[in-house]
Each structure stands twice: as structure tokens, then as C-alpha cells.
């Protein structure tokens, strides 16, 4: 894939941010990186949705240093870079506040694992990691010790990372975890919630993962 197709859909991914309902003014951010993992395409900051287009994309190398752009890049790059370097099989990384995964990583309680669309997503509960400061690579760190084999995870006191393969990837993972959030804070004002058992889980995680979308989805369906 040629850079500049890379920056066309790192702006359109960032656009889909807002879209969702995933962010407020110039907050949160998307990247991915190039096939041969040497530059990552981000957001710049503090620029408006509304008036970014794929020229305002920022390019930098794997240490930061901006190769191309003329706009500095998101004060999140650096947790950015630690996740590409920590985790080869991720090609996205996405960065939100969204409003009610975020309030559980205001008072640092994972998601937990109380419904089966969770289950089917993430795999279990979405972890939540502890507060690291902006501006350096020790939330990705953090990060990275916490996600685990979720595509989410929560920062404490800051909000919520998301990654994926692919930059849809991500994306889905960012808008189902404020989705699934939502459900479950709405759900903890009627009552005690309860997690679904472990194998359960797994079964859930598997299906979704492995025949969700094929002809094998449901028991009992053949050609």
C-alpha cells in the first residue's frame, strides 16, 4: 500500500470517531503503520475533525521524528509507538474517551464479563490498566502489560485504547467497547450483575472468533 493511500484511510478512520459518538472536540486519535513497520500515520493535535483532510495526517519513523506533514502529531503518539514496538500483530492503534468506558477507567474498574457480546468481542472482562502520564511511552507500557489478549483496554483516570490488525479492526473494537460500557452501567442501576461463567465465555469468544459469519454460525444450519 502506497503512503499516501495509508494517510486517505488513517483520516477516514479518525473521522469515524466522531461519527460514532467516540469523542468530543479535538480529542482522541487513530494510527496505523506501514506494511514494513518503519512509519506510523496519526492524527495531528489539536486540529478539529471538521477540518482535518488526509494531507494533515502526520507521518513519523518508529522513534517519533516526524518525516512528513506539516503539523505536529497527536501527544499520544508516544503510547502509540510503544504499542507497535510491544505487539507485531497490531496494525491500529485507537485512542478515545468515550463516555462510559471512560467513566470506568475513571474510578479503574475493568468491564466485566456479564454479557455474551462481551464474551464474543473481548474475551472476557476489558482489563484495566493503571495511570501513566501523557506525553511519553509509559502508557503504552502500561498499556501492554495490561491489555492482554483483549483488543481493549481501560487507563486509569485517562480512557480507553483499542487496537487491532487492521484499522476497521480497531475501530470495532472501540465502538463495541463504549457500547457494551454503556449496557453494563445502565445495567449495575437495576441491580447486581453477574459474570458468565469461564466456559461459557470461551465458547461465546470462540464462536464469534472462529464461525461467526460463515455457514457454521448457528448449530443445525448446513448446505
Known sequence: MMLEELREQ?????????ANGLVAWTGGNLSAITADRELIVIKPS?????????????VVDSTGRVVDGDRGPSSDT??????YAGREDVGSVVH??????TAFAAVGKPIPC?????????????????????????IG?????AIGDSPAVLMRQHGVFTIGSTINKALQAAVMVED????????????????????EIAANHDR????YGTINASTGVSR
Open 78 to 83: 508516544a503510547s502509540h509507538l510503544a504499542i
Open 46 to 58: 489539536g486540529i478539529l475533525y471538521t477540518d482535518m483532510t488526509p494531507a494533515d495526517m502526520v
Open 10 to 18: 488513517v483520516w477516514k478512520g479518525n473521522l469515524a470517531l466522531p
Open 114 to 138: 456479564c454479557l455474551t457480546a462481551i464474551a464474543d468481542e473481548f474475551g472476557g472482562p476489558v482489563p484495566c490498566g493503571g495511570y501513566a502520564q501523557i506525553g511519553s511511552d509509559a
Open 180 to 199: 457494551v460500557a454503556h449496557t453494563v452501567f445502565a445495567a449495575m442501576q437495576l441491580g447486581q450483575i453477574e459474570e458468565l461463567p469461564a466456559a
Open 96 to 101: 478515545t474517551h468515550s463516555r462510559y468506558a
Open 208 to 211: 464469534y472468533t472462529n464461525r
Open 141 to 145: 507500557r502500561e498499556l501492554l502489560a
